[in-house]
Every structure is written in C-alpha cells, then in structure tokens.
C-alpha cells in the first residue's frame, strides 16, 4: 500500500529525514528530522490489562459491523487506547461504495475541522518562539482587521467595543460566523455573499475578504463557530514569514513523522481515499489542488498519523522523544475561555457541561458527559473524532465520511467506550 507504508519500506533505523508531500502540491520536500515514519504509531496493548472488558469491545465490533451490512455505512475506522497502547483497533467495511478495499488505519480521510488543533497548536509553537502572542491583536499581523463592524438585529452596524485579539480566534469568540451554519440569517447571507466560501484565494487574501464582513458579536463576548481558525491560518503565515501548510510541515507534522497529513494529496494515494455513500459538495476531491489553504478544515490524514498527534497531546506535547510543545504551553492550551454567559449568547455546540480552550472543546462536568473532567477534543463535520482524556488516561480516533452521522457516533463512542472501561 502506498503512503507511510511505502515510506516505512524506504526508511529504517530510529530518527530520519523525513519525506513529506508538499501540502500545496505534489513536489516532494524535505523538512526536519523527526520520527521515522517506518514506525507505526499503533502500539497494541492487551485490553483487560489497560482495563477494558473484552466482551464490551466486542459489542463495539458486533454493532459497526452491523451497520456495515445494513448499509449505513460503507466503512469505518475506530482506536481506542490507554497509557500510550492501543487497546482496541479495527477497520470496518470498506473505504467507500462500490469499493472493495478494506478501511485500515492507512485510509486517508477528509478530516476537515479536526484540522484545528493541528493549526492551533501551530500557532502555540509560535508563541514559545516569540514570533507570536495570543494576546496580540489580530491586526497587528492582519490589518483589514482594525476597523471591526458588529451587525445589529436591525441590520444596522456599529464599531466594536473591543479589538479581536488571536485567543478570540483560537477559541472561537472572534465574532465572526460560519456562514453555512446560519445560512437564512441576514449575517450568513452576507457572509455567502462576501465571498465566504471561495476556494480561489490564499489564506492571506482570504482574511482580507473575510475582514470586510461585520461581526456577529464584539469580540470576546459570545461563542460562535467560525471561520476563525482559517483566519488563525494567516496569522500564522504572517507571523511565521511562510505559507501555511511549511509552517504546519515544519513545527508539527514533519518533525511527528505524519506523511499522510496534507492539504492536498497525491494522485498516486487516489486508492486510498475514503468516500462517501452520499454525494455532497462537502466531499472534495483530495487530490484537486486549490489555492485556499483552510486552517478551519482543509486536512487529510489517517488514523496512523493522527494517533501520532494524539499520542503527542497525551504526551504533554511530546511523542517518542520528539517535543512539539512545552507542557505549559498544552496547559494554557486546556484553560477555559468561556463562562457560562459567553456560552449562552452565541450558538454553542459542544454542548452541556463543556467549554472551550484554544483549540480543543474541554469537558468541564464529567456528571454530564461521558469523558472525565479535562478531556479535550474536537471532530469533523464529516464525522471524525477524536480526543484525549487525561483523567482516565484514554485517547480514542474515529473516522467515516458521513456528515448525517456526526452526532449520533459521537453519542453511541462515548456509550461503548465507557461501557466497556471498567472502574
């Protein structure tokens, strides 16, 4: 199979130079020495030992290949894992309809917002190199956002009491929108109308389109779902002096051995894409290049290489002796910026017992949620999760292409996995 398997036939030994695609293109570039990608990231451990009930994994199994066969869905990948091991793994069906490659931890996914944390903790690494600040504000490095304009219930605009400043982008109380969330709103028709979701345009022109719309809230107010982390994206690349996808390359992906992880692949990993059973235009095509770089959700990747980020963020920002981030930086990472009333003026998804840090969700009431107090996470539209949960020492990854299904795997992972943790 090609990807990090080829890889893995090409490298030996312990740290390598890694290979990578260039996540523009195709040209193939070198980046910093980090992890050999030869090595898998799945460590598999015995599941009674890392405290698991065999038998209720089992029904994990029993239930997703039950979907499979009905037809619900054409495949699926979950992991799930204690203390750094892999307590259970397994591809389900097949990567797409009508295809008959199995799912295995090498399927490459439209992962789209897991994408991110990715960004976000890209950013972080921008901070310990003084390049950044995430009380900085947004203008400082992007300055169409100087002049912020709220919308008022009227129609009318205001100026904004209050900058944006980049934890505002981090923790998604920017103000901004997604459009597409609201679209009959007066605000996300002007956001479609903007311009809001064209793919022609770089990061960096991208923000300055995006700077011209109002805001729904001043900044710092309320929690809104927004186009935030793809203005995070050129943040960064202005901070950094280098495109979006180098900075990703050199400071997380390269140096974590993550060759599968791009913006765009290549066509020779066309047989290892996984597809949908509907057809939506939320299905890109992987290997169609374009010049928008979406921070917010324009990554692909495999269950292999993004257990290695997981890993790392269990790791306290460390994976296999390679460090992408201090542990305080994780931890301020992890702090709540949100309060109930921001909660409760905007549109907020995570849901009861949760807030929201820079970059992840964070479980805040284990006696409302599943995972334990700590946990932090966060998925894509299409149906991808993951999280880490550092008061049970548990991480899990799961994958399909199925935006319809987002919420109910959500609720039946949380079920099965804690069913089967024993206390």
């Known amino acids: 199979m090609a990807g990090n398997r080829m890889i893995r036939q090409l490298l030996t030994g312990g740290t390598a130079f890694v290979i990578a695609l260039s996540f523009s293109g195709c040209a193939l570039t070198s980046v910093q020495p980090g992890l050999n990608p030869a090595q898998s990231s799945i460590v598999n ?3 009674a030992a890392l405290g698991f009930d065999p038998a209720k994994l089992g029904q994990i199994t029993t239930a997703l290949e039950g979907d499979v066969a009905s037809g619900k869905i054409p495949g699926a990948y979950l992991l799930v894992g204690r203390n ?4 259970y ?4 069906g097949v990567q797409g309809p009508g295809q008959t490659t199995p799912m295995t931890e090498e399927t490459i996914f439209r992962i789209f917002s897991m994408t991110k944390p990715i960004v976000s903790v890209t950013a972080m690494t921008l901070v310990e190199e003084g390049k950044l600040s995430v009380d900085d504000p947004v203008s400082k490095y992007l300055p169409e956002f100087s002049n912020l304009r709220v919308r008022q219930a009227d129609g009318s605009e205001r100026p904004s009491t209050s900058p944006m400043l980049v934890r505002h982008l981090m923790s998604h109380t920017s103000g901004l929108i997604y459009g597409f969330i609201e ?3 007066a605000l996300g028709k002007a956001y479609a109308a903007g311009g809001e979701n064209r793919s022609d345009l770089s990061p960096r022109d991208y923000a300055k389109l995006i700077g011209a719309l109002p805001l729904k809230a001043d900044p710092g107010v309320a929690w809104n779902y927004s186009r935030s982390t793809d203005i995070l994206g050129a943040v960064i690349e ?4 280098q495109s979006l996808d180098v900075a990703i390359r050199e400071r997380v992906t390269g140096p974590l051995g993550m060759t599968d992880t791009a913006f765009f692949q290549p066509e020779a990993n066309r047989a290892r894409f996984a597809e949908s059973k509907t057809k939506d235009g939320l299905y890109y095509d992987y290997a169609a290049a374009t010049p928008f770089l979406s921070g917010g959700g324009g990554l692909s990747s495999t269950a292999e290489d993004y257990l290695r980020f997981t890993l790392m963020l269990a790791g306290d920002g460390e994976y296999q002796g390679v460090r992408i981030i201090k542990p ?3 931890a301020a990472m992890r ?4 309060d109930p009333a921001i909660r409760g003026k905007g549109l907020f998804f995570p849901g009861p017992g949760m807030g929201f ?3 992840f969700s964070l479980v805040l009431d284990d006696t409302r949620q599943r995972p334990g107090n700590g946990t932090f996470s966060w998925n894509g539209i299409a149906g991808t999760e993951f999280w880490v949960d550092p008061k049970n020492d548990l991480f899990m990854i799961f994958l399909i292409q199925d935006r319809a299904l987002l919420a109910e795997y959500q609720r039946k992972n949380r079920a099965w996995i804690y069913d089967a943790l024993k206390k």
């Open 89 to 92: 793994q397994k591809g389900f």
């Open 45 to 47: 451990g015995d599941p």
């Open 335 to 338: 702090v709540d910026q949100t």
């Open 238 to 241: 202005v901070a950094s002096g």
């Open 183 to 185: 679209p009959a709103s």
């Open 357 to 359: 840090g820079l970059g």
């Open 328 to 330: 305080e930086t994780l």
């Open 84 to 87: 750094g091991q892999v307590a």
